[in-house]
Each structure stands twice: as C-alpha cells, then as structure tokens.
C-alpha cells in the first residue's frame, strides 16, 4: 500500500485521478495526494473544501476480492482506521458517525467517499476518498458548515504535520487492511461500534423515504445502520443520515 504515489499541488479532486489510474490499471494500494483541491466532492452530491495545504485530500486505489454488496465494509474499517490514528497517535477523543464521519466534539473534522466500479459479481475496483481537516483556523472554514464543522487544528489548538500524519494514517490502514484480510469483518465491527456516535441512544434517522426515530444499536455486514424501533423491530437503514436530540 503506497508504494505507488501520485501527488498534485492543485487538481478538480483526488478521485478523479484515482479513477483515471484505475481504469489505466493502477495497482491496489496505489494513492493519490493532493496539496490542495478545486472541486473536491462529498457524499450526496456535495462539495468538499480542499484549501491549499490545510488538511488531508487523499483518494486510494484498492481491489478487494470481496463480493461488491460488501464494499462498505471498506469504508466502515478506514473510519477505523482515521478513528484509531486520532485516538491513539494524536490523543483525541473522535467518534464515527453512521455512515462515515469522523466527529470530534459533535463536529465533523473527516469524511470518506467511497467509490466502486463493480461488473456483476466482482469488484475491478475501489475509490477510497479520504479528506480530513487539519490546519485550518474555524474562521478558515467556509461559512456554512462552521456550526458543524472542526479542524484537528481547532479542536485541540496544536499544528500538525500534514506529511507525517498521512504517512501514520496509510502504515494503519495498511496494518488494520491485513487484519480484515485474515479475521473477516467481526473484528472491524467490533471496533467502529467502539466509535460509534449515538449508538444506543435514540436519533432521528432521516432517509430520502422518511424521518424517523429508533435506538441505534450497531452496523451490519453490509455496512447497514441497525435500528430497534419501538416495536422491537430491527431494521437496517442503508442511506441516509442520522441526527440526534440536543438533551
Ligand atoms: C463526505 O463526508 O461527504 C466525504 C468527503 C470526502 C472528501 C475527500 S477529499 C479527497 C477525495 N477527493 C474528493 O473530491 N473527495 C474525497
């Protein structure tokens, strides 16, 4: 894993390029870092601020032989994996929020985008879209989202290491991959649910469909939110997002 890296100063977005590689036959691990992006893209059809040198925009190549239904397992073990580096490596205190974001005191401070080309029943291959914010000051972060939004930076007043910290981030990513390679997905589960934010308390879920409200009880194989309704009825919600109570 990152043997192969393909860094930018300025690109649209990192998984442009990741796919652009992929289709040309990049291997598995292969990387993409950008210094800065200029049409960085989020989940949901959303945009993601990429300011120059300020925080980590990075997409990752991988082809995972798995069948393609399981490829969020991917993503649920690199929220781990960012998880476990800001925890253990840097001493804060992060939460994964279903599906995958990383929170820090009830703010988002990363996300991952995954991306797939699948035909039939295999995966050719995986985008894996990592941006975190690091550096920025909160007044750096754009308007709209700094009632939602942190930075490393602006949640424990230190400057980070852009370099060092990806390098930290991929010798994990690459260790916790190794693991779910040979023990399966139970020991990823294990520990996203370790994370995970609101789980056993009652949220909001809001899918395109309906709001609702249910206990958040933990993730599926498949990457499904598992949601006990007052009926004691379990039920996997697949997209969407979940809120919570202020009290
Ligand atoms: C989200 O939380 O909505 C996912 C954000 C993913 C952002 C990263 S930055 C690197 C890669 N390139 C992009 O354009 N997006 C992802």
Redesign the pocket.
Known sequence: LGKNVVHKESTP???QIAHQLARDHASHGTVVIADE?T??????N?E?H?AKNKGI???LILRPAILPYLAPQITLLTATVLADVFKKELNLDPKIKWP??IMINDR?VA???TEMQAEQDQIQYIII???INVNQEMNELPEDIQQKATSLRATSEKEYDITSLIQRIFVHFEKVYAEYETYGFPIIKERWESYGYRLGERTTIKTMKETSEAVLVGIAEDGALLAQYDNDSIKKVYSGEIDWFPN
């Open positions: 977005s990192t998984q992006q049409a960085g893209k989020g989940r949901l959303r993601w990429s925009w990075t997409s995958n974001d988002k996300g991952i985008l879209g990592i941006g």
